[in-house]
């Protein structure tokens, strides 16, 4: 039952492999060169059958020399033989080289378009597929195409060029072959075909009942002291006993498969051998005895040709499954597309920074219900904002759809006064700047990092680290701006790689900044910091800042909470906490920001004039009009500490 399930199933792992993705390998290899590399192949069979013939002219001309002692030019023959020679190796060397080429290039382009179909398919496609399975496809599958493919392609060609050349070869000799030959490849196909399916599923099979062995083996070697405390060795290795007997059953099938072919391929292979045998008797007076010989041994070969061409096909098959798999995602959905001309805004789009929802619905995926339920507000230019709401309310929603990672299905976002879900992509997401709730840097430089698209100059970069009081630590690092950042900026601390995101939002001066708070992982010293820069270095901006810690927004011009996809409530601090049923004032009481014991340097961060006079003003009304008469615990010790730092005076 695959409903409920966010993961989706990856699909087309073993299995025929369908025309289209031949056809689509084939363009990606370029259809000419494609047809000349069957032309020379031809040739080149051509040629080696030749050269064999040729030998056994040479052959017939010894014998009758023997025979007759009628003279005859060895040395032409020495010639001919050489050159037939050449002509073989020039045309395999030729062969080769186009094939590889052209597989280069066919990889290139499949690379290319499963990379351009991937980085603009929609952030659900995200949400359901995971990481590894996308990982796998590039470089695995990638690997597979680039390097394996056009190996196994030369080997299963070679197979069946070769197998060709000798049937033809034979049916020209002795054409009543055919009658014997045409039969006997039905059987084959029929054969060859009811054995493939059979092999992939066994081999899939082998396949997975093999990584629990090795996943069993590392896990008890990793765990072999509790293993031995609990005295548990027996079950352990009879655990792994039934683990490689399950293995072996499925490799004992595959080898017992492939010698059951074995055996039918030698049997379909004999009798063309006794086809050619019989007709060479039968018929001995109208061939010669060095055509009958060469006969002979081309049938000979035949066997083997049968046999290579069923392996290295089945081989072939599954390499091509990473075409397969390549080529799916060319055809993902994509986001909408990244600039439309006629509606590019203006250069210096958003101006004032006024954000708008107009009634705007949205659900993740189609089937699933709406997370944002018609939500309206404005944010006026330079406001800042703290959004607030239980875990699950649709605050992180909101900013999914003002970047448009996932579309509403419903409604309007208007950005002064342009609707940003009729803009292309590119245009909307340049102009905005968000702080990301975990700070995301890329394996690169400092540099790198904070000026992507190499727009601005070191000094501007300088200046910005300066802002966020990292100039320090960069100066200090060995090489500045141009020190290397680990993968996930590993060789930076949590809050200093959030503040190299500050710093990165600083420098494109963006009129909206979406910050998310960053939860748990850093110290309240470090959290501070950041608010602390966020407010000095935005103050022109719209910030809109997403709260997990209630008094990081205390000072914010209007708090929006969200309820279930909806707003429950907007307005300003003083307003919200002067209403006795506001959900607002209940979070403020619940939470532990107001109490002394939390966080000194962060209620100093936050007390700036603005919160502490809201503060002032609650606390002089009371704790509200209908919220009772006494101001409640929390808040008293946290306005009672504000007067005491001096930053309220004590009337
Ligand atoms: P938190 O404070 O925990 O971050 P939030 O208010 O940001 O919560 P959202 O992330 O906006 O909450 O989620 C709102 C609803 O949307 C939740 O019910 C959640 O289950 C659902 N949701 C969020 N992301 C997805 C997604 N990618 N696919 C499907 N449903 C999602
Ligand atoms: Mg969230």
Known sequence: DSKGKLMIKEDQEVGQVTGTVYLNYIKAYG???????????????????????YLSQWTQAEMDYMAT??????????????????GFVALTSARSWMNLLSALHASKVIHWKTLAGLVRAPVLFFDVTPVGRILNRFSKDTDDVDFLLSMSMSEFGNCIMQLLSTLIFLAVIQPILLAGIVPIMGIYYIMQKYYRRSFIEMQRLDAISRSPIYSHFSESLAGVETIRAYRLETAFALSSDHKVDANHRAYFTLKMAGEWLAMRLDILGASIVFLTAILAITRRDLVTVSL????????????????????????????????ERLTAYWDLPQEKPAEIEDRKPDDDWPHDGVIEYEDVW???????????????????????????GRTGSGKSSLIVTLFRLVEPYEGRILLDGVNILELGLNDVRGRIAAIPQDPVLFSGSVRTNLDPY???????????????????????LDGGISATVAENGDNFSVGQRQLLCVARALLRQPRVLVADEATASVDSETDSLIQKTIRREFKQCTVVTIAHRINTILDSTKVLVMDSGVVAEYDTVPTLMGRADSSFRKMVLESDATTPSNSRANSRANSRANSSQNLAAMAASGGGGGGGSRLPKGLNTFVKRLQDEGEVDKK
């Open 31 to 53: 259809v000419v060169s494609f047809f000349a590399l069957i032309l020379f192949w031809s040739a080149e069979q051509a040629v080696r059958v030749l050269t064999n013939w």
């Open 69 to 86: 002692g009628e003279s005859f030019d060895r040395y032409a023959y020495v010639g001919g033989y050489l050159g037939f020679a050449f």
């Open 292 to 323: 009958a010989a060469l006969t002979l041994s081309e049938a000979l070969d035949v066997t083997l040709f049968l046999k290579s061409a069923v392996t290295s096909g089945a081989m072939f098959e599954t390499r091509f499954n990473s075409v």
């Open 362 to 388: 949205m659900r993740y995926r189609p089937e699933l219900d709406p997370v944002l339920k018609g939500v309206s507000f404005t944010i006026n230019s330079g406001d800042k904002v703290g959004i607030v």
């Open 454 to 476: 190499d727009k601005h100059s070191d000094v501007e970069i300088w200046e910005a680290l300066s802002h966020v009081n990292l100039k320090e630590v960069v100066a200090g």
